[in-house]
Nanobody, 116 residues
Framework: QVQLVESGGGLVQAGESLTLSCAAS????????ISWYRQAPGKQRELVAD???????KYADSVKGRFTISRDNAKNTVYLQMNSLKPEDTAIYYC??????????WGQGTQVTVSS
């Protein structure tokens, strides 16, 4: 079994920054790709950023140049550095891990609210 714990959400003003973290624990042998998704009220969950086990990254067009995904394999932790935040970034952010042999897991979600 795998446990994921997210942290770092909060309320900020437009233009400010936040860093989200998602730490995995349990019987982890091999991690495949890790992603951050977000879901705003009344909208579908959407992919924000993804990082492969080789460190290749991809981003939604709406966050390119502002958000950075990174991972610390030694700590089994993924980060999402969010700069120049906009009100439209307001959402619940979820990490999503794919593990070899264990399937995929979602974090519990962390609220990010950006005021104008």
């Amino acid at each position: 079994q795998v446990q994921l714990v997210e942290s770092g959400g909060g309320l900020v003003q437009a233009g400010e920054s936040l860093t989200l973290s998602c730490a995995a624990s349990g019987r982890i042998f091999s991690i495949n790709a890790i992603s951050w998704y977000r879901q705003a009220p009344g909208k579908q969950r959407e992919l924000v950023a993804d990082i492969s086990n080789g460190g290749m990254t991809k981003y939604a067009d709406s966050v390119k140049g502002r958000f950075t995904i990174s991972r610390d394999n030694a700590k089994n932790t993924v980060y999402l550095q969010m700069n120049s935040l906009k009100p439209e970034d307001t959402a619940i952010y979820y990490c999503y891990w794919r593990f070899a042999g264990l399937g995929a897991y979602w974090g519990q979600g962390t609220q990010v609210t950006v005021s104008s």
